[in-house]
Structure formats: structure tokens, C-alpha cells
T-cell receptor, first 113, second 111 residues
Framework: SAVISQKPSRDICQRGTSLTIQCQVD?????MFWYRQQPGQSLTLIAT?????????ESGFVIDKFPISRPNLTFSTLTVSNMSPEDSSIYLC??????????FGPGTRLTVL | EDQVTQSPEALRLQEGESSSLNCSYT??????LFWYRQDPGKGPEFLFT???AGEEKEKERLKATLTKKESFLHITAPKPEDSATYLC????????????FGQGTRLTINP
């Protein structure tokens, strides 16, 4: 399975600011995904990011709030814009491996004050 | 809409006490059902994929089974290091490999 890293691992931000989260994979992958895990909740898909095309967002998530970049086959970023305390969550990237299996990064724990 | 419900929400066992976790699902055409383990402060770790009813997978003290409506994760003679949250997710035939997760079962194994 791929080795996935995320930066930062955690951050505390002020409301109204933006944070960009990076996801780096040690091998080329076609599909990358961004999930949110709110406190005490399970994972919810934000968007799917394919290299060379616009990200596909799930219902309830919009590009203006969560812009995503996918400049190459090993890297993606998720920006959380104009943050509010409700955005406090763990943000996880995943990649699609063999047999339709997704492998997850360690997550970014975001606290918005 | 695809849906996954896991039970119980939390389970506390003594070391060596076997039990099962349940994952009930509704999906319009199942591509695969996935089990993950998540430790506090970490991302989910892949355990198993099941594709069709009747299929079983095993790994150490864990065995996953699948029917047309639910999956079970059986834990045999658990050890304290098996303590974690176990997540179940489904992937539908339609759509781009999206995973729909259940709420998870928080398992604690007491020594």
C-alpha cells in the first residue's frame, strides 16, 4: 500500500482565516479523496480529486469553501476557507489503490477558535 | 441513498472474551464492503474487503463475513492491543469509488 503523509498534522486557527492542508503520496495514484471527520462522528467525503480535472464535490460541500488542487499524480491540497468553529474537524486524504481499496493518510486535526 | 449502520456504538470486553461487531447496510448495487481500524489520532487502517455474500476474510484474531444485508467482524480471544474504533464502509457499483462510512464501534479490551 502507498505511504501517505499530510501537513500540518494539527493546527489551531482563528475564525475567518484559511488553512491549506497538503497530502503527499510516495507513488503515482489516479484518484485522491478528501474526507472530514467531525468530533465523535464518522468520515464524510468532501470531494474526489483527479489529476488534470476539476474536483468533484459531494452534496453539502462547495468549491468556494473547500478549494482543492491536484497538480500531479502524487500531491493534492485542500484549503478550508473563511473558517468558523464548525470547521473544527480531522481532515483526511486517501488514495485509491488496488481492488478499489482506499488507503488513508494520518489526518490533520484542525481547531478553529 | 446508501447507508451504513454499525452496532454496538461501544463494546467493552475482557481479554480473551470473543464477540462480534455488526455492520448493516443498504446500497444500490454493492461494489465492495470495507473494514478499517482507527486508533486515536490516526487515520483509518485498512483491514478487509468483501465483495459478495458468503465471502469470509481472516487476519490474526479477526474474521469478517458478509451477507446481502450485513457484515460481521468477529474478534476471537482479543488482546488489549485490539482496542480501537472499527469502521465499516460500503462502495456502490455506481459512482467513482466513493466510500460511505458507518459511525464505527469503539472497542475496548481490558487486560
Amino acid at each position: 500500500s502507498a505511504v501517505i503523509s499530510q501537513k500540518p498534522s494539527r493546527d489551531i486557527c482563528q475564525r475567518g482565516t484559511s488553512l491549506t492542508i497538503q497530502c503527499q503520496v510516495d507513488s503515482q495514484v489516479t484518484m485522491m479523496f478528501w474526507y472530514r471527520q467531525q468530533p465523535g462522528q464518522s468520515l464524510t467525503l468532501i470531494a474526489t480529486a483527479n489529476q488534470g480535472s476539476e474536483a468533484t464535490y459531494e452534496s453539502g460541500f462547495v468549491i468556494d469553501k473547500f478549494p482543492i488542487s491536484r497538480p500531479n499524480l502524487t500531491f493534492s491540497t485542500l484549503t478550508v476557507s473563511n473558517m468558523s468553529p464548525e470547521d473544527s474537524s480531522i481532515y483526511l486524504c486517501s488514495v485509491l489503490g488496488g481492488s478499489d481499496t482506499q488507503y488513508f493518510g494520518p489526518g490533520t486535526r484542525l481547531t478553529v477558535l | 441513498e446508501d447507508q451504513v449502520t454499525q452496532s454496538p456504538e461501544a463494546l467493552r470486553l475482557q481479554e480473551g472474551e470473543s464477540s462480534s461487531l455488526n455492520c448493516s447496510y443498504t446500497v444500490s448495487g454493492l461494489r465492495g464492503l470495507f473494514w478499517y481500524r482507527q486508533d486515536p489520532g490516526k487515520g483509518p487502517e485498512f483491514l478487509f474487503t468483501l465483495y459478495s455474500a458468503g465471502e469470509e476474510k481472516e487476519k490474526e484474531r479477526l474474521k469478517a463475513t458478509l451477507t446481502k444485508k450485513e457484515s460481521f467482524l468477529h474478534i476471537t480471544a482479543p488482546k488489549p492491543e485490539d482496542s480501537a474504533t472499527y469502521l465499516c464502509a460500503v462502495q456502490a457499483l455506481r459512482g467513482a469509488q466513493k466510500l460511505v462510512f458507518g459511525q464505527g464501534t469503539r472497542l475496548t479490551i481490558n487486560p
